[in-house]
T-cell receptor, first 114, second 112 residues
Framework: AQSVAQPEDQVNVAEGNPLTVKCTYS??????LFWYVQYPNRGLQFLLK??????LVKGSYGFEAEFNKSQTSFHLKKPSALVSDSALYFC????????????FGTGTRLKVLA | DTAVSQTPKYLVTQMGNDKSIKCEQN?????MYWYKQDSKKFLKIMFS???????INETVPNRFSPKSPDKAHLNLHINSLELGDSAVYFC???????????FGPGTRLTVL
């Protein structure tokens, strides 16, 4: 069965420091992988995706993520965190079979401290 | 122009009532979704339509029924509302079943 794990409920980082939000997945075959961000009282916004090709994916607002097939991970990173990056981050996976189903992780709350 | 819109934004109602939430997307997408986000922010897919055909129908009570009159609209009707239905419901759309999703602003449903 497909699953996505975000092992940290919350990540705290100082402004200007690099940040990492972790995501691991379990899916048969090669997955489609996504990161979304949710600000308070808003819908989710797409940040980036991995479909195929280069393992390092660059997305919106300076975020990037690295697809690591051997570790089945897709961690979200940013070299220098901003206070405005504070939000709830979701990792999502979809397999390439015909099930069409997206599985979202439980979310990680990122808090960037000034 | 709002890409994915939902109405109403807030819905407060009594147990046992029937209510509907409407969703419209102006992106020309083929696929639309309904999600439920609970108080712990867990996000669970409920339904998905692709070209007006139901392709995902998760284990939700049959009091919940989606309806897609055309590719741009996906409505959610809920019968006999229960306290546990209180949540934020999000509509989303995507170009097709493999692409990223665009989410609406959500409808906060409170059942008293």
């Amino acid at each position: 069965a497909q699953s996505v794990a975000q092992p940290e409920d919350q990540v705290n980082v100082a402004e200007g420091n690099p940040l990492t939000v972790k995501c691991t997945y379990s899916v048969s075959g090669n997955p489609y992988l996504f990161w979304y961000v949710q600000y308070p009282n808003r819908g989710l916004q797409f940040l980036l995706k991995y479909i195929t090709g280069d393992n390092l994916v660059k997305g919106s607002y300076g975020f990037e993520a690295e697809f690591n097939k051997s570790q089945t991970s897709f961690h979200l990173k940013k070299p220098s965190a901003l206070v405005s990056d504070s939000a709830l981050y979701f990792c999502a996976v979809r397999d390439r079979s015909g099930t069409y189903k997206y599985i979202f992780g439980t979310g990680t709350r990122l808090k960037v401290l000034a | 122009d709002t890409a994915v819109s939902q109405t109403p934004k807030y819905l407060v109602t009594q147990m046992g009532n029937d209510k509907s939430i409407k969703c419209e997307q102006n992106l020309g997408h083929d696929t639309m979704y309904w999600y439920k986000q609970d108080s712990k922010k867990f996000l669970k897919i409920m339904f998905s339509y692709n070209n007006k055909e139901l392709i995902i129908n998760e284990t939700v009570p049959n009091r919940f029924s989606p309806k897609s009159p055309d590719k741009a609209h996906l409505n959610l009707h809920i019968n006999s509302l229960e306290l546990g239905d209180s949540a934020v419901y999000f509509c989303a759309s995507s170009q097709d079943t493999a692409h990223e999703q665009f989410f609406g602003p959500g409808t906060r449903l409170t059942v008293l």
